[in-house]
Every structure is written in C-alpha cells, then in structure tokens.
C-alpha cells in the first residue's frame, strides 16, 4: 500500500471533466489506511486509477494489482490528461532505458510533459528523447541514471528552474538546432541567443562559459560534478543556488 492515509478510485472516460467512476474505496478495513477495490474490467476499456490522500496527505504511492480471467491486461506506458483533446503526459511506467516520449497517445496530441512523469525514469533510465510536436516540458531532477537528453524544435518552454537537479550522470542536453528558444553548446544548454546558462550536465567536470554570457540561471549547476568553471567578464547575473551542492568544485575563476 501507499505511505499515506489515501483513498482509491477506479474511472472511464475521455477527460477529465466527463469521467464515470467505476467503483472506489477508502480503507480496506477499519483502523486500516490503505485502500482496495474489486471491479469487473470489460476488454478493450482503458481505466484511470485515481489515489487522494486524506485531508490532502501526499507521499509515495504503491499500487498492488491482481488478474483473474482471460487475457492479459495492459498497463499504460504513458500515462496522460487532456486539455482541450490535447494530451498532457503525467507519468511514466514502462521499464525501458531508452525512453522516447511520443507525440501521440491514443490519437491525441501531445504538447506537455508534466514533471511528475519524470519521476518514474529513477536510475534505470539512460536516455530520453522528446518527440518533434511536443512544446513543454517539465523538470527532469532526480533521474540519476540519464545520461542524455534530446530536444527537439518544438519544445518552446522549460517550466521552472533546476530543470536537471540531480541528473548525477547526465552528459549531453542536446537541442535540435531550428529549435527558436534554446541552445546547446557542448552539451550545455542556453538560451538561444546564448546570453543565459540555463543547465549544465551534472557529469561534466569543466567549463569554460563562453564571452557573452550575461546570465548564470538559478540551479544551473545544482548538484553538478563540477571541478572547474572558467566565467567570462561578460556575466553580469549569478542566480540563486546556480552553483549549490557543488561539492567538487575547487577552481573557479574569471576571464
């Protein structure tokens, strides 16, 4: 069971607003804080299993499930919402190491990853390509077994800041070279106009910022490798935590 008070709910639908609830269940027993459910499935039927914890308690999730009958049912790869018939991917349960997410599921667009699907990608995941149509993507932290990323044209938007905390053996951030509003430069990812660093790889153990850059952003190196960062004169900005957990770096100078 989870590790939190939660409650379980099983649905059908096709978004978010239109869902027929299939059965739900909140204790399985007295004094008990997990949940379980018992429902016919009819082949061909995709389900959405839905867990709310108690007075908003929040915490790992573990889901137990069982199958009696003909067939062998299919758990979703990547999971997914839709906003406006357009799909938002919300997780990833598949166990490949080479993870490609796709532009489609299930005949809808794809133009989000949330972040919350990449927590799935744990330490087996070695590379994460972002299919061409898709235009934002979430933070990455916490993959620590990534080594690279490709990006494609189409991704227009990284929410939030210290987009690959924790990407420990992260090499390359690759970004297709028509993309508009991002950079790679040796594996480093930019702004396109090359006057902001956004992320460094986690496993790169030198640099040397190239003249221009204005910008070092918040996170940029969290938890990098780092030993060694040559920062032009040109910096004019060095944002919260851009350089914290650094615990290797020991030469850091100007140019």
């Not at 235009?135 to 939030?160: E, F, K, Y």
């Not at 910022?209 to 940029?220: C, F, R, Y």
Request: aromatic share 8%; proline share 4%.
């Amino acid at each position: 069971g989870s590790g939190f008070d939660a409650g379980l709910g099983v649905y059908t639908g096709s978004s978010v607003s239109s869902l027929t609830m299939i059965g739900s269940n909140d204790d399985a027993e007295f004094g008990m804080r997990w949940s379980s459910l018992t429902f016919s499935a009819v082949a061909g039927t995709t389900y959405y299993i839905a867990v709310a914890g108690y007075k908003g308690a929040t915490g790992s999730v573990k889901l137990n499930w069982s199958f009696t009958g003909t067939g062998t049912p299919t758990v979703m790869e990547f999971p997914y919402k839709l906003s406006g018939g357009k799909a938002v991917i919300t997780n990833y349960t598949g166990s490949s190491t080479d993870v490609v997410f796709p532009a489609t599921v299930d005949g809808h667009p794809v133009v989000e990853i949330d972040t919350r699907a990449f927590t799935g990608l744990g330490r087996s995941v070695v590379s994460v390509t972002i299919s061409e149509g898709i235009q934002s993507i979430g933070n990455i932290g916490g993959a620590s077994g990534l080594r690279t990323i490709s990006i494609p044209s189409t991704v227009t938007t990284l929410t939030g800041h210290q987009h690959f905390n924790g990407c420990r053996s992260l090499q390359r951030i690759d970004v297709a070279a028509n993309n508009p509003n991002y950079k790679s430069v040796d594996g480093v990812l930019y702004d396109k106009e090359k006057t902001v660093l956004i992320s460094c790889p986690g496993a790169k153990s030198s640099i040397s910022i190239p003249s221009g850059v204005l910008k070092i952003e918040e996170g940029a190196f969290e938890g990098c490798g780092i030993k060694s960062v040559k920062l032009p004169t040109s910096v004019k900005e060095v944002c919260d935590r851009a350089f914290g957990g650094c615990l290797r770096l020991g030469h850091f100078r100007s140019r």
